[in-house]
């Protein structure tokens, strides 16, 4: 199944849906291969439990190829996570992942989005930057296994985000 999606001429239709404990399996796949510390079972399984909690996974051809995780806090959507099969990458699903979170945010009322991301990771910042997101602190030693800073970078959704 994958290496038909990965040698089709043409993209295969994207198809983004919630995620739910059956696709845990997948997920990790991709988790594993995206960070130097991933989230474990327990992780996404306590995510998707959290009446707060808001995740998706991208399809193409009944293979899970990335996905996105975060809470909503408040007027706040953290997005705690957000990883594409690296196989699939540069193709425009992390973007299309971003646009639905940030589709999905506004519709329940977020105010802002945020997230840290490691200060090394150029494709991610770029990511975010191009989706809107600035640059609005740096959290020293945030990060393990290798230690770094982490970026926090928020993307409004409110011409007035902190007002009424
Ligand atoms: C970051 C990540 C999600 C991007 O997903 P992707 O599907 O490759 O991204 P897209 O194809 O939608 O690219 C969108 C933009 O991201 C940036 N980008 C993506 N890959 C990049 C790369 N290798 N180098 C530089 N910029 C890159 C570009 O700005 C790109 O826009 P462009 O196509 O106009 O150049 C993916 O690289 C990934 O899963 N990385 C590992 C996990 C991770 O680091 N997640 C972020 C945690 S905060």
Redesign the pocket.
Known sequence: MAQSVEHAQSEPTLEIVLMSRTHVDEVLD?ER???ANPWRRRDFEYALDRSNGFAIVAHQSALAV?YAIGFFVRGEFH?A??????G???????????SRVIEVARERGARVVT????MS???????????GFSRIAIREDYYSHPPEDALVMMKTLRDNPWGP
């Open positions: 991709i291969e995206s960070f990335g997005l996570s957000l990883a594409v099969r690296r699939l990458r540069q193709r425009g699903l992390g973007a299309a992942l971003l997230l840290e991301v490691r990771n150029a494709s991610a910042i770029s990511l975010y930057e191009k989706a």
